[in-house]
């Protein structure tokens, strides 16, 4: 990496679309500015594989660009498994952040839980890295990406500029809108994923199933929520942190005859 009088951030840079897609290129674009740059990708799209790890075949790590100030891996493993082989083989240091995305597609609400991406910006935090993942609304590859390169270079400048506590990490979104009206603080809102499969017959008369669906917000008239900024235009980030514990219960249960 290069080296200056004053070093530059390092910034670990990770997606689950894959090397190849344009939100990655976008955003490295961005960040290579102003920051070294190491990017550890999967060799193809990895998109819903929330925290997934690969324990049963070996991870290769293939160094396919190297120049001063930015290197570019691609890895045969989920989005997690690049950041594991990152911080513990790849990276020269410590990075001072993690950036996954941009994602091709919504990560709010519920969506968080089986987001490659956001997987990735946990992993970084579990590593007590400040993580942020960053999704656009559009699944097309050839999205436009300027709205959210912008709000991403936000994010990444005012989280070097103050770090995050430690085990937290953010989930920024960006509505597919020109211009997006900025960007706010706000809560995951509630939601689930009305699922449904289609059924079909292979050539040799086996029945399989294409999983499908539609997203349901469950609280629509909330206006402190992610997807109520999504709908007026702006960005939501998202405060997320690692403790699974719900201190309501811990405390309900604690009254009641759950204990031996």
Same mark, same amino acid.
């Given at each position: 990496m290069s080296k200056t009088e004053k070093e530059r951030?390092?910034?670990?840079?990770?997606?689950?679309?894959?090397i190849k897609?344009?939100?990655?290129?976008?955003?490295?674009?961005?960040?290579?500015?102003?920051?070294?740059?190491?990017?550890?990708?999967?060799?193809?799209?990895?998109?819903?594989?929330?925290?997934?790890?690969?324990v049963k075949t070996p991870l290769y790590a293939k160094l396919v660009k190297e120049k001063e100030g930015l290197q570019l891996y691609k890895?045969? /493993? &989920?989005?997690?498994?690049?950041?594991?082989? =990152?911080? @513990?083989?790849?990276?020269?240091?410590?990075?001072? +952040?993690?950036?996954?995305?941009?994602n091709h597609g919504t990560n709010s609400s519920i969506s968080?839980?089986?987001? /490659? &991406?956001?997987?990735?910006?946990?992993?970084? =935090?579990? @590593?007590?890295?400040?993580?942020?993942?960053?999704? +656009?609304l559009n699944y097309r590859h050839e999205a436009d990406f300027t709205e959210a390169v912008?709000?991403?270079?936000?994010?990444v400048k005012s989280i070097l500029g103050d770090k995050l506590p430690s085990g937290t990490f953010l989930n920024v979104n960006i509505p597919d809108v020109s211009p997006v009206k900025g960007a706010?603080?706000?809560?995951?809102?509630?939601?689930?994923?009305?699922?449904?499969f289609v059924e079909r017959q292979?050539?040799?008369?086996r029945n399989y199933y294409w999983l499908t669906g539609h997203f349901e917000n469950l609280e629509p008239e909330a206006k402190d929520t992610d997807e109520y900024l999504l709908a007026k235009g702006y960005a939501s980030i998202v405060p997320c942190h690692l403790d699974a514990t719900n201190f309501n219960l811990l405390s309900y249960l604690k009254e009641q005859n759950y204990e031996l």
């Open positions: 951030p390092l910034i670990l840079v990770t997606n689950d679309d894959g897609a344009k939100g990655l290129e976008s955003l490295v674009k961005m960040l290579k500015l102003f920051t070294d740059v190491v990017i550890v990708a999967p060799n193809e799209s990895y998109s819903g594989m929330s925290h997934a790890i690969t890895v045969n /493993g &989920t989005p997690v498994d690049c950041v594991k082989l =990152a911080i @513990n083989v790849l990276l020269p240091r410590k990075p001072d +952040l993690l950036v996954s995305g941009i968080l839980h089986y987001s /490659g &991406t956001v997987g990735a910006a946990r992993e970084g =935090a579990l @590593n007590k890295i400040p993580a942020v993942g960053f999704s +656009l912008k709000v991403a270079e936000h994010v706010k603080v706000a809560r995951q809102s509630k939601g689930r994923w009305v699922e449904e292979d050539p040799r008369g």
